[in-house]
Each structure stands twice: as C-alpha cells, then as structure tokens.
C-alpha cells in the first residue's frame, strides 16, 4: 500500500487549505485512511477519521468543525478540507491506513496502531 498525501503549504490565519491523500498498491476501503498531524516538537496526533460502521466521521476536538474529511472511492482519495486556519495548525499533516477496521475509538485514534502511512505534507499557518 502507498499513500500519498499532498496539498500542504504557507497559508495566512483564517485560510483554507485541501489536503489529499491518494492510495495505491492495493484495493482496501478509504474508509480505513485516517488524517495526523505533528506539530514541530510534539508527538503525532489524531485529526479525523471513520469510525467502525463506516459511516461515522470522528473529529478530534481541537477541529472544532473547521476541517472536513471526505473521500472519492473512484479514485481512492481521501481529502481533508481545512478552513479558519490558525497559526496552532501548523504541522506536518499525514494520512494513514490499517488493515482492518478500528474497533474502537482507541485504536482509532492512536498513530501506533496504524501500518501504512505518507509521507506527510507540510502546513504553515503565518499569524
């Protein structure tokens, strides 16, 4: 499996960005990509994903309904469309993709439980 993320760039506060992540190798659910994020000295952290039933899309907290994941399974794409950026945004944003589905929120949520990853597009947010 590849995942290729793209999109990122230097966007002023209160900007919008779209992020895509293109998977290839192998035919699996785009359900299963879910969006990180790592911020200069920090640890990778969860943005957006699908929940088990596929149909659920959880946001972490800090999106605060600013961001939106959706995904094109004709072309095995996941984007993640960014608006009301703020310089807290900054990071290093990657997709990622398991195997199976994540039974929990838990598993979800946590970068180590997950195989395949991008290689991650950078996201400037000037002040």
Do not use: H
């Not at 960005?17 to 190798?25: E, F, T, Y």
């Not at 991650?120 to 000037?126: E, H, I, M, P, R």
């Amino acid at each position: 499996v590849q995942l290729q993320a793209s999109g990122g760039g230097l966007v002023q506060a209160g900007g919008s960005l779209r992020l895509s992540c293109a998977a290839s190798g192998r035919t699996f659910s785009t359900a299963s990509i879910t969006w990180f994020r790592q911020a200069p000295g920090k640890e990778r952290e969860f943005v957006a994903g699908t929940d088990w039933s596929g149909g659920r899309i959880v946001y972490a907290d800090f999106v605060k309904g600013r961001f939106t994941t959706f995904r094109d399974n004709a072309k095995n794409t996941v984007y993640l469309q960014m608006k009301d950026l703020e310089p807290e945004d900054t990071a290093v944003y990657y997709c990622a993709a398991r195997n199976s589905v994540a039974l929990s929120i838990a598993i979800l949520t946590n970068p180590a439980m997950y195989i395949y990853w991008g290689q991650g597009t950078l996201v400037t947010v000037s002040s």
